[in-house]
């Protein structure tokens, strides 16, 4: 599976964005994708996960009411819409994947890795 994020940008704080994963290579349908992100010298960071399993979703507590992790298998696409976008959110943003049912907050749990979209919010 080939990852292909997307929909980063510049937005002011407050602001929305949506971010896409979308996969090539053979079906998404039973993969569970997470976002993770990373700030300029910081480490990388969970930021959310769903399952493929009744879709059920993990939030990192710094984004938990701020953003949401939704799929469409049918497009073979993960979303992470995010709202009220702060400051500390700035980062570039990766979606990754494994073929089991679980997710895990973990970067090194996840073996497909997409190549970061950046995200900037102005303050």
């Known amino acids: 599976v080939q990852l292909q994020a997307s929909g980063g940008g510049l937005v002011q704080a407050g602001g929305s964005l949506r971010l896409s994963c979308v996969a090539s290579g053979r079906s998404f349908s039973r993969t569970s994708v997470a976002w993770f992100r990373q700030a300029p010298g910081k480490e990388r960071e969970f930021v959310a996960a769903i399952r493929w399993i009744r879709n059920s979703t993990a939030y990192a507590d710094s984004v938990r009411g701020r953003f949401a992790i939704s799929r469409d298998n049918a497009k073979n696409t993960v979303y992470l819409q995010m709202n009220s976008l702060k400051f500390e959110d700035t980062a570039v943003y990766y979606c990754?994947?494994?073929?089991?049912?679980?997710?895990?907050?973990?970067?090194?749990?996840?073996?497909?890795w997409g190549q970061g979209t950046l995200v900037t919010v102005s303050s």
């Open positions: 990754a994947a494994r073929q089991m049912s679980t997710t895990s907050r973990r970067e090194y749990d996840y073996d497909m």
